[in-house]
């Protein structure tokens, strides 16, 4: 996670933590508090110490707990300016940036091949013809995705070029246990965390995912884009 992102989530741990502490009612403990809200008590470390993101529904019932409704905007102005933080692309402009980018790829991908985990994957055709890199070395991205389809811990689909779409297809996107979203655009990379949006890009994974070839259909699609580069080869 960005460190700008952390530290906004960690100053409005601190201001939670203010309000606790400078409750109407007096002084409350963590655990006071947790009572008061129906909370289980690491609830409340977790939220002031920036390990988890409030919700909106969070504030509001915080800050009806500490008598400080008044607070209520304040504690969703701070929100808003970190639920969908930016990320911007510059960080990749020096060799340095470049190489840290390609270990963490690398280590991403090396989660493939860990149990405890499936990974669920959609691909659109046109990607697998796209020549943003030499023809061998597309080929060999070709067969090194062909060989993930069938994995226990992949499951790898590919939405073919003429198939009908309920909706267009548009920028990638990465769904982290229901709970991240990260998008990107031409000019940054947006960590989305609020339920509503994850639930909308949940939405349109599942609704994509009705018009994907999958097992032995999508090997078809991606040993028919390997055949229409094998001339150039």
């Known amino acids: 996670m960005s460190t700008e992102y952390q530290q906004a989530r960690e100053a409005l741990g601190g201001r939670l933590r203010e309000l606790r502490i400078s409750a109407a009612v007096g002084r409350l403990t963590g655990p006071q508090l947790a ?25 509001r019932a915080w800050a009806e707990a500490v008598g400080r409704p008044e607070v209520t905007e304040e504690l969703l102005a701070r929100l808003r300016g970190f639920e969908s933080h930016i990320r911007s692309r510059r960080r990749h402009r020096t060799t340095r940036d470049t190489d840290e980018a390609v270990r963490s790829r690398m280590e991403r991908q090396a989660w493939l ?56 297809a548009a920028n990638g996107f990465w769904i982290l246990d229901e709970r991240l979203v990260i998008t990107e655009d031409r000019h940054a990379e947006l960590w989305l965390d609020d339920a509503e949006t994850v639930a909308s890009y949940v939405r ?13 259909e999508a090997q078809n699609v991606i040993a028919r884009a390997r055949r229409a580069l094998h001339p150039r080869v």
């Open 35 to 59: 009572e008061r809200l129906g909370w289980v008590h690491s609830k409340i470390y977790k939220l002031e110490g920036g390990r988890q993101t409030a919700t909106s529904d969070d504030l």
């Open 113 to 168: 091949y860990r149990g405890g985990r499936v990974f669920h994957a959609l691909v659109w055709e046109a990607a697998l013809h796209a020549l943003v890199c030499p023809p061998a070395v597309l080929v060999a991205q070709l067969d090194r995705l062909a060989g993930q389809v069938g994995m226990d811990t992949v499951e790898l689909g590919v939405i073919p070029l003429g198939t009908s779409l309920k909706i267009p």
């Open 204 to 216: 349109v994974w599942e609704t994509l995912r009705e018009s994907a070839a999958y097992g032995t």
